[in-house]
């Protein structure tokens, strides 16, 4: 079973879906006898009952405030037209515009009747100006095409006036999978997702045009999601629960510390030390049972001040004070995982060759992926016998695979289906792509996460938790997503306690384990 109906709440938000797998869905539903008019019906209805509990609370509209409704010809105007209508009877002052002269029939029903009504339809959207909040119906996931001419300038005037905007199911001009703005898209301030969250909403892309994102849970019959996703949906929504059964807690009452996992950091240089203290700050947070770090030898007293418990080892270093090669009496077959990159400057490709040709599962960070995409990173990755987890930024991401085109979630999934390692691309939304093909995206995180310095952290807390995973057999998918989804939660409640300025890497580190408490 994919999904036990009784937590509905918490499974609904561990999937995501296509356009197409949504009208699927639906399809299904309305092939069982639901009529379509019934639930466009209830669907309306639950919008307008969070509309009021959320948004018209929120900006303190008394009934009779003025909502402008922009109606487009599909489903998703008919949607609009049923919240208007409800609106009006509750006493707001509403009024529409409909861009487009044609409708599908429901939507047209539903129009024909607000006009019977006497709510007023607008000739341009000028006279929107006037009104305290937008509800956007224009289009929904039947969007394909590019919005241009007449329609782009609308939406870029709407936008322009910086007014309360609602979405209904996505912001119209968005693509409801890569989440690209078409042509040009409604930047909205607040969007209701419709039944199943689209994909759209874990892309960076659209990010900057959903505004706080809700989902609107319509009772979908599980059977039918099931039918389409499948057993084992490819695509996973990390949230807590996701979580909480994943992380190496609570520890085996009798343990030791090597069974708690052993992770070496290979970070830093004299020219960046930093690297490899934020690497090992993070390792800290993990929990990891033991913490070597090899760094040039010139930086072993710094790392000694700031992680005490670490285990350091001084290496040979360059003239420029990188790490030359690793001591001939590292065992590197005897850490459970091992962290390498952040700080070690591409000077020594040799040493990241060694590093791949161990059996010990990787980590691969920073200046250890510079160096990676200068050896032809697909032939190198499929001489591994172990796992390799690649964590790319964007940029590291294009100097990986030049040739991956395409929205982040499709780009990374080819990414890892090619190079069969696992493939963390970092951003707004992080998703981690597995060769099997499933990804796991964190929905959630914090601009204040954008500062130098916190990809290093999320290394040393992905190689910790790798080093925990493999001592204690955790699965590995579920020990990567739980990673991701910590580092930005304490990115988010360090921001909640010392707003977005005030997350520096270092202090990033010191709340991982406040973030895990509040879990
Ligand atoms: N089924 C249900 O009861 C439920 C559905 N739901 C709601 O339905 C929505 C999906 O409805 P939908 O499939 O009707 O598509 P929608 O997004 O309204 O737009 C399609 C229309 O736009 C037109 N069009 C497209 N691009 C255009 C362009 N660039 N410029 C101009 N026109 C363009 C296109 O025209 P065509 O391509 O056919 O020429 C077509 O007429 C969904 O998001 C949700 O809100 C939910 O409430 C759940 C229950
Ligand atoms: N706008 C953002 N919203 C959420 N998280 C972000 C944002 N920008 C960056 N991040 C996160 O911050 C981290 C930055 O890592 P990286 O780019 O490697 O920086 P550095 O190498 O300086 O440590 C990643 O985990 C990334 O997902
Ligand atoms: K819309």
Not at 85 to 95: M, N, V
Not at 173 to 190: K, N
Not at 489 to 499: H, N, S
Request: proline share 6%; charged share 20%.
């Amino acid at each position: 079973m994919l999904v036990d109906p009784t937590p509905r709440y918490q499974h609904l938000h561990q999937i995501a879906v296509s356009a197409t797998q949504m009208r699927e869905i639906e399809d299904r539903l309305f092939d069982s006898g639901m009529p379509v008019a019934a639930l466009m019906e209830k669907v309306a209805l639950l919008i307008v009952r969070r509309l009021k509990e959320q948004i018209l609370t929120q900006f303190a509209f008394k009934s009779g405030a003025k909502i402008g409704v922009l109606v487009g010809p599909g489903n998703n105007g008919g949607d609009a037209l049923v919240v208007a209508r409800e609106l009006h009877f509750q006493g707001y002052d509403l009024c529409l515009y409909h861009p487009l002269n044609q409708f599908k029939e429901l939507p047209q029903q539903h129009f024909n009747y607000a006009r019977a009504l006497g709510i007023a339809e607008l000739e341009s959207v000028e006279a929107f100006s006037e009104c305290d909040l937008i509800i956007d119906g224009l289009f929904g996931f039947g969007l394909e095409r590019e919005i241009s001419g007449n329609l782009a300038q609308l939406v870029e005037t709407l936008n322009d006036w910086e007014k309360p905007i609602v979405s209904i199911d996505i912001p119209s001009g968005i693509h409801t999978d890569t989440g690209e703005v078409l042509g040009t898209a409604i930047r909205a301030t607040h969007t209701f997702c419709l039944g199943l969250w689209k994909l759209a909403f874990l892309q960076d892309a659209a990010l900057a045009h959903i505004g706080k994102a809700e989902l609107i849970d319509f009772d979908i019959p599980w059977a039918d999601i099931e039918a389409v996703l499948g057993k084992h949906p490819r695509l996973h929504r990390v949230t807590a629960a996701t979580v909480k059964a994943n992380l190496p807690l609570p520890r085996p009452p009798v343990t030791h510390k090597y069974r708690e996992g052993h992770l070496l950091v290979v970070c830093g240089s004299r020219k960046y030390a930093g690297g490899a203290i934020l690497t090992g700050l993070g390792a800290r947070g993990s929990g990891v049972g033991m913490l070597s770090i090899a760094v040039p030898e010139s930086l072993k007293p710094m790392v000694v001040a700031q992680l005490p418990e670490a285990l350091t080892i001084g290496c040979p270093e360059t003239a420029e004070g990188a790490i030359a090669q690793l001591p001939k009496r590292v065992q590197l077959e005897s850490y459970n995982a091992i962290a390498l990159g952040p700080g070690l400057t591409p000077e020594v490709p040799s040493l990241v060759e060694t590093l791949l040709d161990t059996e010990t599962p990787l980590v691969i960070d920073a200046d250890g992926l510079n160096i990676l995409a200068q050896l032809n990173p697909i032939a190198a990755l499929a001489k591994r016998r172990a796992i390799s987890v690649l964590t790319p930024h964007a940029g590291e991401f294009k100097r990986l695979f030049p040739e991956i085109k395409g929205d982040r979630l499709s780009a990374v999934t080819t990414a890892a289906q090619q190079s069969n390692a696992i493939i963390l691309l970092k951003g707004s939304r992080t998703a981690i792509a597995h060769p099997n093909g499933s990804v796991w995206v964190i929905p959630e995180s914090t601009p204040a996460l954008a500062r130098g310095g916190s990809g290093d952290v999320l290394t040393g807390l992905l190689g910790g938790l790798l080093a925990q995973a493999q001592t204690r057999e955790l699965p590995l998918e579920n020990t990567l997503a739980t990673a991701a989804w910590w580092h930005a939660q304490a990115g988010i409640l360090a921001a909640q306690e010392r707003t977005e300025l005030g997350v520096d890497a270092y202090t990033l580190s010191q709340y991982l384990i406040p973030a895990l408490c509040k879990l």
